[in-house]
């Protein structure tokens, strides 16, 4: 029987899934959404972000009113980003972004033909595109 890459791929995709980074971005999103007074907040910046799209595109849209939609809408997503929850989340996503990012240059450098084994984390803003690149470290 020959070997299954696929198959195996996912099985190592399975066992990513029960990695801390993981487990805690899976926790933090359910606090997030468990958090009702976070999620009225979002469901108002939402609806301000629609009624400033909604001013902008009127043709006799009044400057004060859209400075007052945005200051609105700004309020509201410095609030968001300060609930302790959204903080979590977005500290935990952005580990799974650098893991993420860190998977992608591996299997890259793997198919360009180069050594997997010798892959560390890319310093930040590695696209995973190694055409704009100086090399990984």
Known sequence: ???DFITEFKKLCAQLQKEDVIVYLEQ???MVD???ELQDMIGKFNLAKYNLNAEMM???ADDE???QLDLELNTL???IMANEFM???NEAAADVDRL???IQAIITTTVNGGDPMTVELPAEGCTGSCSSCSGCH
Do not use: I, R
């Open 1 to 3: 029987m020959a070997f």
């Open 28 to 30: 933090a999103k359910a």
């Open 34 to 36: 468990k958090d009702q």
């Open 58 to 60: 009127n043709p006799e």
């Open 65 to 67: 009113k859209l400075n």
């Open 77 to 79: 997503y410095e609030e």
């Open 87 to 89: 903080v979590a989340y």
């Open 100 to 102: 993420t990012k860190h």
